[in-house]
């Protein structure tokens, strides 16, 4: 089967294909080898799966696009698997069920999910003992908001809760013309290493949950930014400023994983 006979990209999955070159250029910053076990978010037409699964000792890969399912097993070896479906439906406990861990991850993710993407690794990653790593082609502006330090203009809750849980660095830069058909932004490559939390947040839920909240105020004082998350919890912000040792006057956008932490413990 030729790529001219493949299926064509499809915009509601908002579908970008990697070209040669590229591919080229990311498996050699995986630096894979014959003991590791891969998943794939969205091979589509197979561009980096076929080369990629000569290099490695399994591979699954979940793909939402069904006829694009359907077409490439036969195009793979038998220590590979495909599942159809949307990856922010797959139960990944069980995809992975029977693969050794860590997993590392690799994925060419639609800018439209790519941040639900991010935050469901994030939960599956148990702290690095389910995923080693991940690597995954973003849009640029994603790329930026997750390698972002306290105080910038792109710091948010994905830099948080990503900072939390593992480490991030920026692999490769590509243009627009990296992909057929052409996307209308940049991208980037970035890895994330998973590693034990960096500080003790208490309940992780509660974490997200209080990083989510305050963000939404990141312009406002941290007392008027934690007031509606504290009381929607039954607790009271200036309680837990205290407690924390942070000074009220701050915008959220200056706190660190650590302060954020702290202030999470004491929602306990």
């Avoid at 630096?31 to 891969?38: G, W």
């Avoid at 469901?120 to 082609?137: I, K």
Wanted: glycine residues 6%; aromatic residues 6%; positive net charge.
């Amino acid at each position: 089967m030729t790529m001219s006979s493949l299926p064509r990209a499809r915009k509601r999955f908002g579908q970008h294909f990697l070209e040669p070159a590229w591919v080229d250029k990311l498996i050699e910053s995986l630096e894979a080898s014959p003991r590791d076990t891969f998943l794939e978010i969205g091979p589509g037409r197979g561009a980096l799966t076929i080369p990629l699964a000569k290099r490695v000792k399994r591979l699954v890969a979940v793909e939402i696009d069904r006829d694009l399912a359907v077409g490439l097993p036969a195009r793979l070896p038998m220590h590979c698997r495909i599942v159809q479906g949307d990856f922010l439906e797959v139960d990944v406990a069980a995809l992975l069920a029977r693969e050794e861990r860590p997993v590392r991850v690799v994925g060419n993710l639609p800018y439209n999910a790519s941040s639900p993407i991010l935050f469901s690794l994030l939960r599956a990653a148990a702290h690095g003992q389910t995923f080693r790593d991940a690597t995954l082609m973003l849009q640029k502006e994603v790329a930026d908001r997750l390698v972002a330090l306290p105080g910038g203009k792109q710091y948010g809750v994905l830099a948080v809760q990503v900072a939390l849980l593992a480490d991030v660095e920026r692999i490769l830069t590509l243009p627009p013309g990296a992909f057929r058909p052409a996307p209308k932004v940049t991208s980037a490559v970035v890895r994330l290493r998973f590693r034990p939390p960096s500080a003790d947040a208490g309940e992780p839920a509660v974490f997200e949950r209080l990083v989510r909240g305050v963000f939404l105020h990141r312009r406002k004082t941290l007392r008027n930014a934690l007031e509606p998350v504290a009381a929607a919890m039954g607790r009271s912000a200036p309680e837990l400023i205290a407690r924390s040792g942070l000074d009220e006057r701050r915008r959220p956008e200056t706190l660190s994983v650590e302060e954020f932490a702290s202030l999470s413990r004491a929602m306990l």
